[in-house]
């Protein structure tokens, strides 16, 4: 069983960083790329970011140049570091893992207060 354990989440002032983590346990090999998304009140689930497994990344408009996203082969983990978080931030992030399968975190409430 293949799980995807979330962490860093909670409440910020606008300004302010948090960092994300996202731990992948269980009999998942190979894994390629690695994501996060974020999914605010009454909206689709969206791309924030992503790497490959050669650390080729990706990253929506909105956080481009706040976001940085990483990964560590070795502990099957994908960060997400958030600087300068503005409210339009706010919402759940979810972490995505394809390998082979796509496998989803649980996701974790990322609040940002103006």
């Known amino acids: 069983q293949v799980q995807l354990v979330e962490s860093g989440g909670g409440l910020v002032q606008a300004g302010g960083s948090l960092r994300l983590s996202c731990a992948a346990s269980g009999s998942i090999f190979s894994i390629n790329t690695m994501a996060w998304f974020r999914q605010a009140p009454g909206e689709q689930r969206r791309l924030v970011a992503s790497i490959t497994r050669g650390d080729i990344t990706n990253y929506a408009d909105s956080v481009k140049g706040r976001f940085t996203i990483s990964r560590d082969n070795a502990k099957k983990t994908v960060y997400l570091q958030m600087n300068s978080l503005k409210p339009e931030d706010t919402g759940v992030y979810y972490c995505?893992?394809?390998?082979?399968?796509?496998?989803w975190g649980q996701g974790t409430q990322v609040t940002v207060s103006s």
């Open positions: 995505w893992v394809r390998a082979g399968t796509d496998y």
